[in-house]
């Protein structure tokens, strides 16, 4: 089978310490604001996945300079004005981040721009972006009524806006917000729900300002940015697979070395420990991001409920966080959710199906999933989806199960982690 993996589990267990590949969220931030500031940005310990590289690719074809060097990114920017219109369709690959947060840069931009992705992305939500980018008066149409891609762009000529999101996304409020830098008086955007903030964190290291009053974020447009030294904290979304690994394979433990540590991400660490796996995490002291270390063993876990505001602090562990209540006793509930399902796939559905074919009982509802345990693993032939959490999720299950996983498309984890199997093989003694 093309593009097909055998998995086996490790003789003993996984030992040893790891540094997981720098974050997604920041990356792709890291370069977009670079863009747009003035003078020169340095991203230290830069996510060189596909993801982050389609965002790169994107603005190098908006004219700015960027040069990649080991795992140092270096952005040439020069202001707002740096962006000219591109002679070339961007192309987003798989990347919601890239698609959703380039759609709220570039539609304060005077200049024509067309905008697709891969199969993934054309079919996920776009409205809840261009509607509230419409309202600030930018001119961008798509299909279905601007809901899917391709996707095209006249902006320029921006009018501030206060909106209520209807879903709490940090992709949609981060493109509000790029496109409010850009605009003529304040712009607010009131989150349903505390999602990642990354994005405000960045305008801040930037130079900029932003405001948070409860659940409103403001930012005033025309602000000038500043060229910035950013380190990227490694991915706790990647991190996410080793901690659930040590959890569930006998005689493990690991220590995830300067995982970003921000408290709009760290629901896992809170389920976690909830489910009561043993584990430190050790934060060490700085300004910006938060990072420091988690170590995780072997545990006993217990089943667990996961859902309302822990939902967006935890929503792209979910499927891992799936397989590990696998093998905690008793039931685990997953609700409100229904955000999986407009992921790089439906992340209900693909999570569901494959963790059935190893043996796992495991069922979809409405608006997440019910997994009751402990239930042991066995091998099967089982597919990525497509779709890199999807591949990391049973490559992880690979290492509880009795005979061999056969994981076909295995290839996408290198969306967001491309040397994930050589890690893995640094723990295994
Ligand atoms: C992201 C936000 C989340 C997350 C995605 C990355 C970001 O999506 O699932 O992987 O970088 O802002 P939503 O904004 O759709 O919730």
Redesign the pocket.
Known sequence: MENQLKLSKPEHGLNGELQVPGD??IS??AVMFGSVAEGKTTIRNFLMGEDCLSTISCFRKLGVKIDINADEVTVEGNGWDSLSEPSEVLDTGNS??TT??MMGLLSGRPFHSVMLGDESIAKRPMKRVTDPLKLFGTAIDGRDEANFTPLSIRGGNLKAIRYKLP????????AILLAGLQADGVTEVVEPQR??D??EKMIVEFGGEVERVEDTIKVRGGQVLRGAKVYVPGDI?SAAFFMTAAAIVPNSSITLKNVGLNETRTGIVEVMKKMGARMEVTERPGSGERIGDIMVETSELQGTEIGGDLI?AL??EIPVIALLATQAEGTTIIKDAE?LK??ETNRIDAVVQELKKLGADIEATDDGMIIKGKKSLQGAEVHSWGDHRIGMTLAVASLITESPVYLENADAIKISYPNFFEDLGKLVE
């Open positions: 997604k969220s792709h931030r919601g981040t959703r947060l879903v709490a996304s940090a992709q949609v409020k981060s999602t990642r990354h994005t979304s967006p929503i792209d955000e407009v992921k």
